[in-house]
T-cell receptor
Framework: DTGVSQNPRHKITKRGQNVTFRCDPI?????LYWYRQTLGQGPEFLTY????????KSRLLSDRFSAERPKGSFSTLEIQRTEQGDSAMYLC????????????FGSGTRLTVV | DAKTTQPPSMDCAEGRAANLPCNHS???????VYWYRQIHSQGPQYIIH???NNETNEMASLIITEDRKSSTLILPHATLRDTAVYYC??????????FGPGTRLSVLP
């Protein structure tokens, strides 16, 4: 296992287009998290899954955002009708339940909306 | 999650110990303290965690005060590659991590 994998690493899209990001967690991890990070800020929580169930969503996750984790394996995060304010690094993390040793993060997908 | 407070930035000379403080006065008895760091354009990397006792691993040491209201991350011999943003996080079982702005550590040659 090589850790948490995120694709693509970079995405440039025109305003109004839809984009989808993929996250492959560590195989035995049953929790998967999405965070968003803008320049100079710490990561902000968006949503998390326990297996295939989406258990919590932040109010930051507007109705243009949707996340899925079919079969409790990989996850996708889709942004519809992108806006310039969606430009950010989108981070995925996974963990084995809660508690120590905490999360393992991927390298992120950097989205630029032009 | 316990709210944590960290200085926005710190400098450290290469080869010296870097001591990064964190206040977490609202932490509960069951909350672990986690430290992560983030090097530019990468995802956060786990460093260490602790509950009550001091902890040490190959990357760092974590000193937690007896009242658990604060902790210090120690990088014993800082190198230029330790330049990063360091995050202190209080965790409550079952809750998602809440990241603050962290401490930007600059290791100077």
């Amino acid at each position: 296992d090589t850790g948490v994998s995120q694709n693509p690493r970079h995405k440039i899209t025109k305003r109004g287009q839809n984009v989808t990001f993929r996250c492959d967690p560590i195989s035995e991890h049953n929790r998967l998290y999405w965070y968003r990070q803008t320049l100079g800020q710490g990561p902000e929580f968006l949503t998390y899954f326990q297996n295939e169930a989406q258990l919590e969503k932040s109010r930051l996750l507007s109705d243009r955002f949707s996340a899925e984790r079919p079969k409790g394996s990989f996850s996708t995060l889709e942004i519809q009708r992108t806006e310039q304010g969606d430009s950010a690094m989108y981070l995925c993390a996974s963990s084995l339940n809660s508690g120590p040793p905490g999360y393992t993060f991927g390298s992120g997908t950097r989205l630029t909306v032009v | 999650d316990a709210k944590t407070t960290q200085p926005p930035s710190m400098d450290c000379a290469e080869g010296r110990a870097a001591n990064l403080p964190c206040n977490h006065s609202t932490i509960s008895g069951n909350e672990y303290v986690y430290w992560y760091r983030q090097i530019h354009s990468q995802g956060p990397q786990y460093i260490i965690h602790g509950l009550k006792n001091n902890e040490t691993n190959e990357m760092a040491s974590l000193i937690i005060t007896e009242d658990r209201k604060s902790s210090t991350l120690i990088l014993p011999h800082a190198t230029l590659r330790d330049t990063a943003v360091y995050y202190c996080i209080g965790d409550n079982y079952g809750q998602n991590f809440v990241f603050g702005p962290g401490t930007r550590l600059s290791v100077l040659p």
